[in-house]
């Protein structure tokens, strides 16, 4: 009697405690570092898909989280990856282990242009890292696009750069390839965006093939 007295005690205690996590409001805060005079979670771009994916792939992408001591195209950035699903639904990757680039869906997949826009610098790569190992000491791949308006994006971690400095270029054009260079782990594309001194978010056109 005792036990089980003591057992619907503590159900009820439980059962308090969950209607008071679920009844008081929670507040919702923007990320760390970021002020309202320069809010870069108002202010974005919209960009073609980067890497050009081959059937039952998918395109991956991660923010970075803002750190205002990062340079511009570092602050609040995004890496994509190719992803595709294995025999059990799962998304994964790469092949086999990938202890090789090759085992990459994306690796030298084609990268394509994000806006309309003048090339204004290029870096090619002058080596290749191994998957899980990165080197901040070499050149790494970097394209520099930048539009009449002043909105500049980069592509970091390509290869293979098939345009010059001086080129436009159309979103949806084939400027590179995926590489593994620089401060990278695996293949993939970092992309970075600003206009004057502020970052700004990255949102992908999933429909932008549809328009072209």
Known sequence: MYSTKKNLTALAGFLALALIVFLVPTEAEAQYGLQLEDDTLTKMVLIHPVIETGEDQYLNTREHTYRSQLRKGDQLARDFMVAATNEHGILEFYRKNGQYNEDYYGWKKNVMAPVDAKVTRINEADSTNKPG????????????????????????HVR?????????????????????????????????????????QIQVDLYAEQRE
């Not at 190992?133 to 970091?156: H, S």
């Open 133 to 156: 190992k990165m080197n901040g000491d070499v050149r790494p791949g970097l394209i520099f696009f930048e539009k009449d308006n002043g909105l500049t994006v980069i592509y970091a």
């Open 160 to 200: 293979d750069i098939n345009i010059e400095e001086g080129d436009r270029v159309k979103a949806g054009d084939i400027v590179a390839k995926v590489g593994n260079n620089g401060n990278s782990r695996a293949p993939h594309v970092h992309v970075g965006a600003w206009k004057d001194d502020t970052p700004l």
